[in-house]
């Protein structure tokens, strides 16, 4: 079975149609990943960013991860990798592992916030690299809670939170306890476990 066939019975005709006209339209969605619900939006619109980061209470100088299907919709946001970073980079996709690599030029700072690197990673949740496979594009993604609360780990705790502002997916989160582990691909560490 493909990482994707678990999750295609949610995604419906119907429900895809809605979520590429409310992500086209400049919308926030939330949706399951590996270890709770993540809010997400088109990482190329500046007003669905700025959107995300208001419901969230999150400041803009942080940063936001990307999540893709694979990696070939994280390369327009990522600069282009040596053939040994990327033997560093690809074993750990997809998974839940997070990589911060060097942003390329045209990456806007309502994503990089106020680095020089895009964190990103390659979904292992079939909704999640789903969600991004059918609306043909990486998705800002980041833990689907208001800043200082614990995030939403089910359907109806986000809704609950988000409803009135995010389309919510129906889905069920991964087995994962905590947060992706995010990495630094130029200094090697691990910056958060």
Not at 97 to 106: F, G, N, S, Y
Not at 120 to 133: E, G, I, M, W, Y
Not at 160 to 173: E, H, K, M, W
Request: charged letters at 15%.
């Amino acid at each position: 079975m493909s990482r994707f066939s678990a999750a295609t019975a949610v995604l419906t005709a119907a429900l895809v149609r809605k979520l590429r006209a409310h992500v086209k339209q400049g919308g926030v969605i939330a949706y399951p990943t590996e270890s709770c619900y993540g809010l997400g939006c088109d990482p190329r619109n500046r007003r669905a960013v700025m959107k995300l980061l208001r419901l969230k209470g999150r400041p803009q100088h942080k940063g936001l991860i990307l999540i893709g299907a694979d990696f070939g919709q994280l390369q327009p946001y990522a600069a282009s990798l040596s053939a040994e970073q990327w033997r560093t980079v690809a074993p750990s996709w997809p998974g839940p592992v997070t990589w911060l690599l060097p942003a390329a030029h045209a990456t806007p700072a309502w994503l990089r916030g106020g680095h020089q690197s895009i964190a990103v990673r390659v979904s292992a949740h079939p909704l999640a690299a789903r969600l991004c496979q059918t609306l043909g594009m990486a998705l800002v993604s980041t833990s689907a809670n208001r800043s200082g609360l614990k995030p939403a780990r089910s359907y109806a705790s986000c809704f609950t939170s988000f409803g009135n502002d995010a389309l919510v997916v129906p889905g069920l989160i991964g087995r994962r306890r905590r947060p992706s582990t995010i990495m630094d691909l130029a200094s090697g560490g691990v910056m958060r476990k």
